[in-house]
């Protein structure tokens, strides 16, 4: 069973309604995607303390699910706010570079930083809902939206893939940090590309082991879902 399951299956409100829980999400999605900032860093507090109350998970655990994300978050935030220009008004702490400047735009900083703050709000209640809902649940909801049978697939394949995926990234970190592979930069940049190759090459590995156990089970192209006789309505 994957860590997600567990708390998903375990949680203090395992029994809701799907369908509330959805509503719930739904809700917290438009928040965090309104233009009031205020409201966005109240729903991060809300929904990470629920969070932590609700499964009873570690601060310290729940923490470090964010690891995975907040590379990708801090790359693209990057590529926002530096920037080239040809005045030093445009720019906090320019850098004289190939006749121009380089440094933080300071027109593209506070979009960069609502980025930010808009996808943490984001991210802060999709774990909510994933952490809260057994899977079985979410198909229910589904099924009970009657979205398309190829919509239902990709979602129950990307669910699997992006928890196998945080899986694997912590059996592998807690092993090489068992190995002091983060003691010096050095140390730790060798042991981050060492964690991407093997990343890269697990996911193949489980997505072997998936075609394999499908082709076992005959499959014929097309996941039978059908809604759980035991879904709360």
């Not at 567990?6 to 029994?15: F, G, L, M």
């Not at 809700?27 to 809300?46: D, T």
Request: charged share 15%.
């Amino acid at each position: 069973m994957l860590v997600i399951d567990k708390y998903a299956y375990t949680n203090r409100i395992v029994n809701w309604s799907p369908k509330v829980k959805g509503l719930v999400w739904l809700l917290c999605m438009v928040i965090a995607f309104q233009p009031v900032v205020w409201l966005k860093a109240i729903l991060i507090v809300a929904m990470a303390g629920d969070t932590i109350f609700v499964t009873k998970v570690s601060i310290q655990r729940y923490i470090k699910w964010f690891y995975v994300i907040l590379p990708f978050l801090l790359l693209s935030i990057i590529g926002i706010v530096f920037t080239m220009a040809t005045s030093k008004g445009q720019l906090y702490f320019p850098i004289r570079l190939f006749g121009n400047y380089f440094g933080i735009s300071r027109i593209m900083l506070p979009k960069g930083l609502l980025l930010a703050v808009q996808v943490l709000a984001a991210v802060v209640s999709t774990y909510w809902f994933a952490l809260t809902t057994p899977f079985r649940q979410i198909l229910d909801l589904l099924v009970s939206l009657h979205l398309s049978n190829l919509i239902i697939e990709e979602t129950m394949l990307m669910y699997r893939f992006i928890f196998i995926f945080i899986d694997t990234f912590e059996e592998i970190h807690r092993a090489q940090k068992l190995r002091f592979g983060y003691r010096n930069i050095r140390t730790t940049i060798h042991s981050l590309s060492i964690l991407v190759k093997m990343l890269f090459e697990q996911i193949m590995i489980n997505y072997e082991a998936m075609t394999h156990a499908l082709d076992a089970k005959l499959y014929d192209g097309e996941f039978k879902v059908e809604k759980s006789r035991s879904a709360n309505d």
